[in-house]
């Protein structure tokens, strides 16, 4: 079991950066593969980046990929995604997820969620 929990949204204007946290709790931290998703009023969610267990390996969902970077911290047990040049579409929850199995943008493979925290971008 791993208890997420999110930090640093906020609203911001356009091409802004904004850098969201995600602490962890529980079992070692450095066993989950790591994701951040979003979900816009209206939308699906969808998926933002992910990161391994090692932390060499990332993904970026093409919307984000140059603008957006995931690390992770093991000292800290805290996942990170910095975004820049933030656009209006940008805006959504923003959640933080752990999985147990590989390397994978498919949501339906994390087993924990944190609640979400709320980016908002203005034009």
């Known amino acids: 079991q791993v208890q997420l929990v999110e930090s640093g949204g906020g609203l911001v204007q356009a091409g802004d950066s904004l850098r969201l946290s995600c602490a962890a709790s529980g079992r070692t931290f450095s066993s989950y593969v790591m994701g951040w998703f979003r979900q816009a009023p209206g939308k699906e969610r969808e998926f933002v980046a992910t990161i391994n267990r090692s932390g060499g390996n990332t993904y970026y969902a093409d919307s984000v990929k140059g603008r957006f970077t995931i690390s992770r911290d093991g000292a800290k047990n805290t996942v990170y995604l910095q975004m820049n040049s933030l656009k209006p579409e940008d805006t959504a929850v923003y959640y933080c997820?752990?999985?147990?199995?590989?390397?994978?943008?498919?949501?339906?493979?994390?087993?924990?969620w944190g609640q979400g925290t709320q980016v908002t971008v203005s034009s």
């Open positions: 997820a752990a999985s147990t199995r590989p390397y994978s943008a498919r949501a339906s493979l994390y087993d924990y």
